[in-house]
């Protein structure tokens, strides 16, 4: 009697567990597909990018809540599942609610900010962009650390489908000087005069700004711009000069070795304070 592949499969992992005493549960191991055939994004899958619209998916990510991550992740993915993507029903199979778990710095721990996990977050599921997904990442997470936001021109607020009424809510834009969600917070809190608990209208233009920018980067990557080139992309001054004797592969002296694009001075004085 001959048996296929997944028959094969089962006797295999069947063996197996019942050696180990456990029950093991799961999907093919050579297929991002369950057992009905269904796509299931799995390790190293990558899918195709197209152009989307900027403002319309700042919109969504507006619309959306269940934090920032959520918002940003939720708005690019579902944009892409409706576009012309030759990978859109792939995109739409992604349960987006994975990345709740994100919003105030993962669970309100004021670490990393929601809205840049869900950069790196998304930008990883994305097929090769002319070469440019790491760049992107890097330029994203640059502009949220050295730019005024939440977004708040006449035109970004109605494109978003904001009020100015709702503008007395979010006060000031301020520049967070990191990704951390505890400094962007503490540095707006600064700004506007609000406490953490007051931040809601200001994070969600702050979501909806993030995913219009995340989306401009990947169109001008997906049109071949060379997004590693510009100089909005680099680490500051001040963090290039740390590398120079902190470096990944080299140090100056007994100097730890560092890997790391982020604002230095946020956290470190420096030597000479």
Request: proline share 2%.
């Given at each position: 009697?001959?048996?296929?592949?997944?028959?094969?499969?089962t006797?295999i992992?069947?063996?197996?567990?019942?050696?180990?005493?456990?029950t093991?549960?799961g999907?093919?191991a050579?297929?991002?597909?369950?057992?009905?055939?269904?796509?299931?994004?799995?390790?190293?899958?990558?899918?195709?990018?197209?152009?989307?619209?900027?403002?319309?998916?700042?919109?969504?990510?507006?619309?959306?809540?269940?934090?920032?991550?959520?918002?940003?992740?939720?708005?690019?993915?579902?944009?892409?599942?409706?576009?012309?993507?030759a990978?859109?029903?792939?995109?739409?199979?992604?349960?987006?609610?994975?990345?709740?778990?994100?919003?105030?710095?993962?669970?309100?721990?004021?670490?990393?900010?929601?809205?840049?996990?869900?950069?790196?977050?998304?930008?990883?599921?994305?097929?090769?962009?002319?070469?440019?997904?790491?760049?992107?990442?890097?330029a994203?997470?640059?502009?949220?650390?050295?730019?005024?936001?939440?977004?708040?021109?006449?035109?970004?607020?109605?494109?978003?489908?904001?009020?100015?009424?709702?503008?007395?809510?979010?006060?000031?834009?301020?520049?967070?000087n990191?990704?951390?969600c505890?400094?962007?917070i503490?540095?707006?809190?600064?700004?506007?005069?609000?406490?953490?608990?007051?931040?809601?209208?200001?994070?969600?233009?702050?979501?909806?700004?993030?995913?219009?920018?995340?989306?401009?980067?990947?169109?001008?990557?997906?049109?071949?711009?060379?997004?590693?080139?510009?100089?909005?992309?680099?680490?500051?001054?001040?963090?290039q000069?740390?590398?120079?004797?902190?470096?990944?592969?080299?140090?100056?002296?007994?100097?730890?070795?560092v890997?790391?694009?982020?604002?230095?001075?946020?956290?470190?004085?420096?030597?000479?304070?």
């Amino acid at each position: 009697m001959s048996i296929n592949r997944r028959q094969a499969l089962t006797k295999i992992i069947g063996i197996s567990t019942a050696a180990a005493g456990v029950t093991l549960m799961g999907t093919s191991a050579f297929a991002a597909t369950d057992e009905q055939g269904n796509f299931r994004l799995a390790l190293g899958d990558k899918l195709k990018y197209v152009p989307l619209d900027a403002m319309a998916t700042a919109k969504l990510a507006y619309e959306t809540g269940g934090g920032c991550m959520h918002q940003v992740f939720h708005s690019l993915v579902t944009m892409l599942a409706n576009s012309s993507s030759a990978d859109a029903a792939k995109f739409a199979s992604i349960p987006t609610a994975i990345a709740a778990y994100g919003g105030a710095g993962i669970a309100g721990q004021g670490t990393v900010c929601g809205n840049m996990n869900a950069t790196g977050m998304l930008v990883n599921i994305l097929d090769d962009i002319n070469g440019q997904n790491a760049a992107v990442i890097g330029a994203a997470f640059r502009y949220y650390e050295t730019t005024e936001l939440p977004l708040s021109s006449a035109e970004f607020i109605a494109g978003i489908g904001s009020t100015e009424e709702k503008t007395a809510k979010v006060g000031k834009s301020s520049i967070a000087n990191s990704v951390l969600c505890h400094s962007s917070i503490s540095n707006w809190s600064k700004a506007s005069g609000f406490s953490f608990s007051e931040k809601g209208e200001r994070c969600y233009r702050l979501s909806a700004s993030i995913a219009y920018h995340l989306v401009e980067l990947l169109n001008r990557a997906y049109a071949g711009e060379d997004i590693a080139a510009l100089p909005e992309s680099k680490p500051s001054e001040d963090a290039q000069n740390c590398q120079s004797c902190h470096g990944a592969t080299s140090t100056m002296g007994s100097a730890a070795s560092v890997k790391t694009d982020m604002e230095c001075t946020v956290c470190h004085t420096g030597h000479f304070n």
